[in-house]
C-alpha cells in the first residue's frame, strides 16, 4: 500500500504513501514498546498506535507493550485505514503531496474527524488555499502539534518533506 501512482490528463493522482512519507510519520511519531497515555491522554503503544481512549491502566502499563516487528505490522495496517480515508473521502485529484499531507493528518487526528472536518470539505470544494491554514487548527494535545500541522501544509502545498515532525 506504499508509493503508488496512477496519472490522469497528466496529473498524478496518487492513492498511496510515498516513502519519504513514511518515513515522516514513523519519525513524528517515534517507536514505543511499552503502553504510555499520548499528548491527548489516550492508551498508545508502538508507532502512535490507539489502544483505547483515555489513560492506560496500571495493570495495562505493567502487562502490555509490543515488540518493534509488531508494531511496524500495526503501524502499516493504520496507514492503511488513514490512505483508505483519504481515498473514499477525497473525490478530487490530488498529486503525491497533497496525498501524503492528507495521509498524515488523518493518522493523526484518526479518520471519523478527518472525515468530519473543514480540511476535507476544503480539499473537495478546491479551496486548496484554505488546507494548510484548516490544517493549523487541529493542534490541542500536544506542543508538537503546530509544526506538524504546518508540515502537513507545507506538504500539501507543494513544499516538500520535512526529515523531522518539529522542524516548521
Same mark, same amino acid.
Given at each position: 500500500?506504499?508509493?503508488? &501512482?496512477?496519472?490522469?490528463?497528466?496529473?498524478?493522482?496518487?492513492?498511496?504513501?510515498?516513502?519519504?512519507?513514511?518515513?515522516?510519520?514513523?519519525?513524528?511519531?517515534?517507536?514505543?514498546?511499552?503502553?504510555?497515555?499520548?499528548?491527548?491522554?489516550?492508551?498508545?503503544?508502538?508507532?502512535?498506535? *490507539?489502544?483505547?481512549?483515555?489513560?492506560?491502566?496500571?495493570?495495562?502499563?505493567?502487562?502490555?507493550? !509490543?515488540?518493534?516487528?509488531? #508494531? *511496524?505490522?500495526?503501524?502499516?495496517?493504520?496507514?492503511?485505514? #488513514?490512505?483508505?480515508? !483519504?481515498?473514499?473521502?477525497?473525490?478530487?485529484?490530488?498529486?503525491?503531496?497533497?496525498?501524503? #499531507?492528507?495521509?498524515?493528518?488523518?493518522?493523526?487526528?484518526?479518520?471519523?474527524?478527518?472525515?468530519? &472536518?473543514?480540511?476535507?470539505?476544503?480539499?473537495?470544494?478546491?479551496?486548496?488555499?484554505? !488546507?494548510?491554514?484548516?490544517?493549523?487548527?487541529?493542534? $490541542?494535545?500536544?506542543?508538537?502539534?503546530? #509544526? $506538524?500541522?504546518?508540515?502537513?501544509? $507545507?506538504?500539501?502545498?507543494?513544499?516538500?518533506?520535512?526529515?523531522?515532525?518539529?522542524? $516548521?
Amino acid at each position: 500500500m506504499i508509493a503508488t &501512482s496512477g496519472k490522469i490528463g497528466g496529473f498524478v493522482n496518487a492513492t498511496s504513501l510515498s516513502i519519504a512519507e513514511l518515513q515522516f510519520i514513523a519519525n513524528c511519531e517515534g517507536f514505543r514498546g511499552t503502553l504510555y497515555n499520548d499528548s491527548a491522554g489516550n492508551c498508545t503503544v508502538g508507532y502512535g498506535h *490507539l489502544l483505547h481512549m483515555g489513560n492506560c491502566t496500571a495493570d495495562e502499563k505493567k502487562n502490555g507493550g !509490543v515488540d518493534q516487528p509488531t #508494531a *511496524l505490522n500495526t503501524f502499516q495496517q493504520d496507514l492503511g485505514t #488513514a490512505q483508505a480515508a !483519504v481515498n473514499n473521502n477525497v473525490n478530487v485529484d490530488l498529486s503525491q503531496n497533497q496525498f501524503d #499531507a492528507l495521509t498524515d493528518f488523518a493518522y493523526n487526528v484518526g479518520t471519523g474527524n478527518f472525515q468530519n &472536518s473543514t480540511v476535507l470539505k476544503d480539499v473537495n470544494s478546491g479551496q486548496n488555499n484554505q !488546507v494548510a491554514p484548516q490544517m493549523g487548527r487541529w493542534t $490541542r494535545g500536544g506542543n508538537g502539534l503546530p #509544526a $506538524r500541522r504546518a508540515n502537513e501544509g $507545507r506538504m500539501y502545498n507543494g513544499g516538500g518533506y520535512a526529515t523531522s515532525c518539529y522542524v $516548521r
